[in-house]
């Protein structure tokens, strides 16, 4: 595996190069004809870095960048899979397939936790669409400009930006709908921009929806999060692409109007913070005055070990990034082929974290990003001869539950809340209390 500086033009590889992929890692004209199968119907993207910089093609298909950028057979139901290869085998129209595809996806919850319907505001019958409003002091906002990613994660929880159906796109046309939110709601404090990436975006229209924000009519924010995966598969973007002195320019004036930067970088695997340009591109954000903090699901095939985490932290700790999350893999997509258990998760974290020195120790997890809030799991203990989950809220759409601990009873199959049953008590705090936030 190279760990060069190479130097490339962005451009996108779809679903269209995968038989050289799935040559180029060995496989058979029948494997790579089920991995187009999926590519039809969950998105599919990636670029030449990723290919030649972060994949080593001696472990392929079982080295973790490829598992976390590749289509996988597992990731349909295999069923739902035949069903997709024989309309390829069979030369089905682009509208067979496209309408199957449709189908398929409707079947894998494309947007959990209600996030289309409780999160987004709605005031004095306008519908602000394009934002999510969970918790009182942040508001997520989804630029129109920035609804893909220089590649993609295969277990992707928000998939459904990517494959082209209305129905399922969240996004904002431009900053006005923000603008006009805050204005109306100034107990918010902070936005996250999110998508897909908002460093896609160019720096002239990522500044067109940033600027604004550092009007003194906005002084009510005091930081502002970018959502990005981009130091992980593309930190050209920050070191040669053609703008990116721009982009930092613009990154450095955010900071010096008083704001906390915080860049949300998405890790996955160590592998991603070994290049010298990734290593290039961290240390050019740190000059911005930008924080760097760094969360990821932990997933099964990908970083489902503690050794995994522990790399990864370490790596993080010695480049200046702040461990922030481990995530629990969401109830949407793909979910049952890449999910761990809660209960190995529990255990997963509790190892890694014991293994690595206290800067490492701000992240937190396992971390479920449920309905009623973020709920990390404490760990697993015994309480008067009983086995339990210890639950405890770090965010929360009713905010009175914010740091309430619960328990759970243990299980070895949970996989998400749902799963869970209360211990100890009739119904879990967000039954009882309900989720009054919007």
Known sequence: MSLGTTEYGFRAIGARELPAIAARAGLDAAAALELAAVAAVLPFRTNRYVLDELIDWTRAPEDPIFRLTMPHPGMLTDDDRAEVVSLLVGRASAAEIRHTATRIRKAMNPHPEEQRTLNRPEAEGESFEGLQHKYRSTVLYFPSNGQTCHAYCAYCFRWAQFVGDPELHMAAPGPETLLRYLKRHPEVSD???????????????????????????????????????????????????????????????????????????????????????????????????????????????????????????????????????????RDTGPRDHFAVPLAASAALFTEAYRSVPGLARTVRGPVMSATPGKIVIDGVTTIADRRVFALRFLQARNESLVGTPFFANYSETARWLDDLTPAFAPRFPHESSGMPFL
């Open 191 to 329: 936005v996250l921009v999110t998508g897909g990436d908002p460093m896609i975006m160019s720096a002239r229209v990522l500044a067109r929806h940033l600027e604004p924000l550092l009007a003194p009519e906005f002084e009510q924010l005091s930081s502002i999060r970018l959502g990005t995966k981009a130091l992980a598969f593309w930190p050209h973007r920050f070191v040669t692409d053609p703008d990116a002195d721009e982009l930092l320019a613009l990154l450095s004036r955010i900071t010096a109007s008083g704001r906390h930067l915080a860049l949300m970088a998405h890790v996955s695997h160590t592998r991603e913070l070994e290049t010298d340009i990734v290593r290039t591109a961290i240390a050019r954000l740190q000059g911005t005055g930008a924080t760097i903090r760094c969360q990821s699901p932990l997933v099964r095939t990908v970083n489902d070990s503690a050794r995994d985490w522990i790399a990864l932290w370490q790596s993080e700790v010695r480049l200046g990034m702040i461990p922030y999350y481990m995530f629990v893999e």
